[in-house]
Nanobody
Framework: QVQLVESGGGLVQAGGSLRLSCAAS????????MGWFRQAPGKEREFVAA????????DYADSVKGRFTISRDNVKNTVYLQMNSLKPEDTAVYYC??????????????????WGQGTQVTVSS
């Protein structure tokens, strides 16, 4: 079992930055990959970024590449999503998720068995 708790969401103006955190507990943190997803009102939940077990490999959706950075601290059992140059279209509930079976980073939401409760990010224009 893995428990995930996100924090760091909020309201920010376009062009601003936020850093999301996701604290994990349960299974050994370094034994599973992590991902961030987001869901805007009326839309499907979509992949944002993923990081491998060691942190050595990352993957990003095209819409956030160059603006967002995913990282993890396997001592603090935490994964981060640094979001810069935020746009109104980044407004969504952001979820972290744990993929306990894959060796590489995955984009499919069904690869992830454990999810946090979500944190709201609102970007005003």
């Amino acid at each position: 079992q893995v428990q995930l708790v996100e924090s760091g969401g909020g309201l920010v103006q376009a062009g601003g930055s936020l850093r999301l955190s996701c604290a994990a507990s349960g299974r050994t943190f370094s034994s599973y990959a992590m991902g961030w997803f987001r869901q805007a009102p009326g839309k499907e939940r979509e992949f944002v970024a993923a990081v491998s077990r060691s942190g050595g490999n990352t993957d990003y959706a095209d819409s956030v590449k160059g603006r967002f950075t995913i990282s993890r601290d396997n001592v603090k059992n935490t994964v981060y999503l640094q979001m810069n140059s935020l746009k109104p279209e980044d407004t969504a509930v952001y979820y972290c998720a744990a993929d306990v079976t894959s060796w590489s980073t995955k984009r499919g939401r069904y690869e992830y068995a454990y999810w946090g409760q979500g944190t709201q990010v609102t970007v005003s224009s």
